[in-house]
T-cell receptor, first 108, second 115 residues
Framework: QKEVEQNSGPLSVPEGAIASLNCTYS??????FFWYRQYSGKSPELIMS????GDKEDGRFTAQLNKASQYVSLLIRDSQPSDSATYLC????????FGSGTRLQVQP | DTAVSQTPKYLVTQMGNDKSIKCEQN?????MYWYKQDSKKFLKIMFS???????INETVPNRFSPKSPDKAHLNLHINSLELGDSAVYFC??????????????FGQGTRLTVV
Protein backbone atom coordinates (compact mmCIF):
# COMPACT_ATOMS: atom_id res chain seq x y z
CA GLN A 1 0.00 0.00 0.00
CA LYS A 2 1.36 3.42 -0.95
CA GLU A 3 1.82 5.87 1.89
CA VAL A 4 -0.18 8.58 0.11
CA GLU A 5 -2.67 7.74 -2.62
CA GLN A 6 -4.35 9.98 -5.13
CA ASN A 7 -6.37 9.34 -8.25
CA SER A 8 -4.14 10.37 -11.14
CA GLY A 9 -7.03 11.78 -13.18
CA PRO A 10 -7.39 13.75 -15.27
CA LEU A 11 -10.28 15.33 -13.43
CA SER A 12 -12.13 17.54 -15.88
CA VAL A 13 -14.53 20.23 -14.66
CA PRO A 14 -16.18 23.16 -16.44
CA GLU A 15 -15.17 26.71 -15.59
CA GLY A 16 -17.05 27.98 -12.54
CA ALA A 17 -17.69 24.51 -11.11
CA ILE A 18 -16.33 23.02 -7.88
CA ALA A 19 -13.34 20.72 -8.28
CA SER A 20 -12.94 18.05 -5.60
CA LEU A 21 -9.55 16.41 -5.16
CA ASN A 22 -9.07 13.49 -2.80
CA CYS A 23 -6.19 11.85 -0.99
CA THR A 24 -5.84 8.95 1.44
CA TYR A 25 -2.85 8.11 3.61
CA SER A 26 -1.73 4.95 5.36
CA UNK A 27 0.04 6.16 8.53
CA UNK A 28 -2.63 6.71 11.16
CA UNK A 29 -0.17 8.70 13.25
CA UNK A 30 0.26 11.42 10.62
CA UNK A 31 -0.55 14.88 11.90
CA UNK A 32 0.18 17.36 9.13
CA PHE A 33 -1.11 17.49 5.59
CA PHE A 34 -0.32 19.75 2.68
CA TRP A 35 -1.69 20.47 -0.79
CA TYR A 36 0.78 21.62 -3.43
CA ARG A 37 -0.02 22.76 -6.96
CA GLN A 38 2.39 22.02 -9.79
CA TYR A 39 2.04 23.53 -13.23
CA SER A 40 3.60 21.61 -16.11
CA GLY A 41 7.35 22.11 -16.13
CA LYS A 42 7.31 24.10 -12.89
CA SER A 43 8.07 23.40 -9.25
CA PRO A 44 5.46 22.50 -6.61
CA GLU A 45 4.03 25.46 -4.70
CA LEU A 46 2.09 25.28 -1.45
CA ILE A 47 -1.63 26.00 -1.58
CA MET A 48 -2.77 24.96 1.88
CA SER A 49 -1.85 23.04 4.96
CA UNK A 50 -4.21 21.43 7.48
CA UNK A 51 -3.57 19.80 10.86
CA UNK A 52 -6.96 19.49 12.58
CA UNK A 53 -10.05 17.52 11.66
CA GLY A 54 -12.62 19.55 9.78
CA ASP A 55 -12.48 22.25 7.15
CA LYS A 56 -9.99 25.05 6.53
CA GLU A 57 -10.84 27.75 4.03
CA ASP A 58 -8.55 30.13 2.16
CA GLY A 59 -10.18 32.11 -0.62
CA ARG A 60 -11.54 29.71 -3.23
CA PHE A 61 -9.77 26.75 -1.62
CA THR A 62 -11.06 24.55 1.19
CA ALA A 63 -9.04 21.71 2.67
CA GLN A 64 -10.89 18.98 4.57
CA LEU A 65 -9.31 16.48 6.94
CA ASN A 66 -10.80 13.34 8.46
CA LYS A 67 -8.15 11.56 10.51
CA ALA A 68 -10.48 8.69 11.46
CA SER A 69 -10.93 7.85 7.78
CA GLN A 70 -7.35 8.86 6.92
CA TYR A 71 -8.67 11.13 4.22
CA VAL A 72 -7.75 14.62 3.03
CA SER A 73 -9.48 16.56 0.30
CA LEU A 74 -9.16 19.89 -1.48
CA LEU A 75 -12.14 21.74 -2.88
CA ILE A 76 -11.65 24.49 -5.43
CA ARG A 77 -14.69 26.70 -5.85
CA ASP A 78 -15.40 28.72 -9.00
CA SER A 79 -12.72 26.79 -10.88
CA GLN A 80 -10.77 28.80 -13.45
CA PRO A 81 -8.74 27.60 -16.44
CA SER A 82 -5.68 28.90 -14.59
CA ASP A 83 -6.34 26.24 -11.92
CA SER A 84 -5.46 23.54 -14.48
CA ALA A 85 -2.43 21.82 -12.96
CA THR A 86 -1.38 18.73 -11.04
CA TYR A 87 -2.34 18.82 -7.37
CA LEU A 88 -0.04 16.96 -5.00
CA CYS A 89 -1.14 15.79 -1.58
CA UNK A 90 1.67 15.50 0.99
CA UNK A 91 1.88 14.07 4.47
CA UNK A 92 4.50 15.19 6.97
CA UNK A 93 6.74 12.42 8.17
CA UNK A 94 10.51 12.89 8.48
CA UNK A 95 10.11 14.85 5.29
CA UNK A 96 7.08 15.54 3.14
CA UNK A 97 5.81 12.32 1.56
CA PHE A 98 3.89 12.99 -1.61
CA GLY A 99 1.17 11.23 -3.54
CA SER A 100 1.51 10.89 -7.28
CA GLY A 101 -0.81 13.84 -7.89
CA THR A 102 -4.16 14.44 -9.58
CA ARG A 103 -4.22 16.30 -12.87
CA LEU A 104 -7.02 18.86 -12.97
CA GLN A 105 -8.33 20.27 -16.24
CA VAL A 106 -10.73 23.21 -16.09
CA GLN A 107 -12.59 23.58 -19.36
CA PRO A 108 -13.43 27.18 -20.45
CA ASP B 1 15.17 37.27 -5.47
CA THR B 2 14.92 33.52 -5.99
CA ALA B 3 14.47 31.73 -2.66
CA VAL B 4 15.71 28.27 -3.70
CA SER B 5 17.79 28.16 -6.86
CA GLN B 6 19.21 25.18 -8.70
CA THR B 7 21.70 24.92 -11.51
CA PRO B 8 21.61 23.78 -14.19
CA LYS B 9 17.96 23.81 -15.21
CA TYR B 10 18.54 21.23 -17.95
CA LEU B 11 21.22 18.59 -18.13
CA VAL B 12 21.65 16.14 -21.01
CA THR B 13 24.45 13.64 -20.69
CA GLN B 14 25.57 10.22 -21.80
CA MET B 15 25.37 7.02 -19.82
CA GLY B 16 28.38 6.44 -17.64
CA ASN B 17 29.18 10.12 -17.12
CA ASP B 18 29.43 11.85 -13.74
CA LYS B 19 27.45 15.05 -13.16
CA SER B 20 26.59 17.47 -10.37
CA ILE B 21 23.58 19.63 -9.58
CA LYS B 22 23.93 22.62 -7.30
CA CYS B 23 21.35 24.17 -4.99
CA GLU B 24 21.37 27.32 -2.90
CA GLN B 25 18.70 28.84 -0.66
CA ASN B 26 18.57 32.38 0.74
CA UNK B 27 15.67 31.78 3.14
CA UNK B 28 17.89 31.20 6.15
CA UNK B 29 16.53 27.68 6.55
CA UNK B 30 18.52 25.01 8.35
CA UNK B 31 17.19 22.03 6.40
CA MET B 32 17.54 21.18 2.73
CA TYR B 33 16.29 18.26 0.66
CA TRP B 34 16.71 16.51 -2.64
CA TYR B 35 13.60 15.05 -4.25
CA LYS B 36 13.34 13.04 -7.47
CA GLN B 37 10.24 13.33 -9.67
CA ASP B 38 9.85 10.57 -12.22
CA SER B 39 7.91 10.59 -15.49
CA LYS B 40 4.71 9.70 -13.63
CA LYS B 41 5.06 12.86 -11.53
CA PHE B 42 5.80 10.89 -8.36
CA LEU B 43 7.91 13.11 -6.09
CA LYS B 44 10.13 11.04 -3.79
CA ILE B 45 12.49 12.15 -1.03
CA MET B 46 16.13 11.16 -1.55
CA PHE B 47 18.18 13.02 1.04
CA SER B 48 17.90 15.67 3.70
CA UNK B 49 20.52 17.73 5.49
CA UNK B 50 20.03 19.76 8.63
CA UNK B 51 22.74 22.35 9.19
CA UNK B 52 25.25 20.35 7.11
CA UNK B 53 24.40 17.03 8.79
CA UNK B 54 22.78 14.20 6.80
CA UNK B 55 19.49 13.31 8.51
CA ILE B 56 17.56 11.45 5.82
CA ASN B 57 19.10 8.98 3.40
CA GLU B 58 16.39 7.01 1.64
CA THR B 59 17.04 3.89 -0.41
CA VAL B 60 19.06 5.54 -3.14
CA PRO B 61 21.92 3.94 -5.13
CA ASN B 62 25.27 4.93 -3.67
CA ARG B 63 26.13 6.45 -7.06
CA PHE B 64 24.22 9.44 -5.65
CA SER B 65 26.18 11.48 -3.14
CA PRO B 66 24.89 14.68 -1.58
CA LYS B 67 27.22 17.27 -0.13
CA SER B 68 26.41 20.28 2.00
CA PRO B 69 29.31 22.71 2.40
CA ASP B 70 27.15 25.02 4.53
CA LYS B 71 23.50 25.20 5.51
CA ALA B 72 22.61 27.38 2.51
CA HIS B 73 23.98 24.96 -0.08
CA LEU B 74 23.23 21.37 -0.97
CA ASN B 75 24.75 19.73 -4.02
CA LEU B 76 24.04 16.37 -5.61
CA HIS B 77 26.73 14.42 -7.39
CA ILE B 78 25.80 11.41 -9.51
CA ASN B 79 28.39 8.91 -10.69
CA SER B 80 28.11 6.50 -13.61
CA LEU B 81 24.79 7.85 -14.83
CA GLU B 82 22.18 5.34 -16.03
CA LEU B 83 19.15 5.72 -18.28
CA GLY B 84 16.88 5.22 -15.25
CA ASP B 85 18.35 8.29 -13.58
CA SER B 86 16.49 10.48 -16.09
CA ALA B 87 14.04 12.54 -14.05
CA VAL B 88 13.48 16.00 -12.64
CA TYR B 89 15.46 16.61 -9.45
CA PHE B 90 14.09 19.19 -7.04
CA CYS B 91 15.94 20.85 -4.23
CA UNK B 92 13.84 22.14 -1.34
CA UNK B 93 14.35 23.78 2.02
CA UNK B 94 12.38 24.20 5.21
CA UNK B 95 12.75 25.62 8.69
CA UNK B 96 12.11 23.61 11.86
CA UNK B 97 11.39 20.28 10.10
CA UNK B 98 10.55 18.64 13.44
CA UNK B 99 7.47 20.85 13.72
CA UNK B 100 4.29 19.51 12.19
CA UNK B 101 3.37 22.73 10.44
CA UNK B 102 6.58 23.22 8.50
CA UNK B 103 6.27 23.46 4.73
CA UNK B 104 8.95 22.94 2.10
CA UNK B 105 9.93 25.52 -0.52
CA PHE B 106 11.07 24.09 -3.84
CA GLY B 107 13.63 25.14 -6.39
CA GLN B 108 12.74 25.26 -10.08
CA GLY B 109 14.04 21.74 -10.73
CA THR B 110 16.77 20.23 -12.86
CA ARG B 111 15.61 18.07 -15.74
CA LEU B 112 18.24 15.38 -16.19
CA THR B 113 18.17 13.35 -19.39
CA VAL B 114 20.57 10.44 -19.76
CA VAL B 115 21.06 9.22 -23.34
Amino acid sequence: QKEVEQNSGPLSVPEGAIASLNCTYSDRGSQSFFWYRQYSGKSPELIMSIYSNGDKEDGRFTAQLNKASQYVSLLIRDSQPSDSATYLCAVKRRALTFGSGTRLQVQP
Amino acid sequence: DTAVSQTPKYLVTQMGNDKSIKCEQNLGHDTMYWYKQDSKKFLKIMFSYNNKELIINETVPNRFSPKSPDKAHLNLHINSLELGDSAVYFCASSQYPWRDNTEAFFGQGTRLTVV
